[in-house]
């Protein structure tokens, strides 16, 4: 059975850093886009990054130079590295698969790991 395990959230203040990491189990992990999505209270689940299986990022704007996405596909690992954060960060974070096929399967999503960005 597939698994996403997010780990690595926690308080940060605003200008620190942050590093999450996402292990994948039950896939065949380079078979997938793996992204990481985040929700904060009251609004709707966005994409912060996602990163193809040969290295190919995508960001969104408001994290762009700040954050980094990265991921080991020997390891079906995938992390965020975050830097800078800014109180707009905080939010619950989720790691997602998708195949690049629809005949592989569906997607998959963590559980999340909570990101709170104060003082």
């Known amino acids: 059975q597939a698994q996403l395990v997010e780990s690595g959230g926690g308080l940060v203040q605003p200008g620190g850093s942050l590093r999450l990491s996402c292990e994948a189990s039950?896939?065949?992990?380079?078979?997938?886009?793996m992204a990481w999505y985040r929700q904060a209270p009251g609004n709707q689940r966005e994409l912060v990054a996602n990163?193809?299986?040969?290295?190919?990022?995508n960001y969104t704007d408001s994290v762009k130079g700040r954050f980094t996405i990265s991921r080991d596909n020997a390891k079906s690992t995938v992390q965020l590295q975050m830097k800078d954060v800014k109180p707009e960060d905080t939010g619950r974070y989720f790691c997602?698969?998708?195949?690049?096929?629809?005949?592989?399967?569906?997607?998959?999503w963590g559980q999340g790991t909570q990101v709170t960005v104060s003082l």
């Open positions: 990163i193809l299986s040969g290295g190919r990022t």
């Open positions: 039950g896939i065949i992990f380079a078979w997938h886009i």
């Open positions: 997602h698969a998708h195949p690049i096929h629809p005949d592989i399967g569906p997607d998959y």
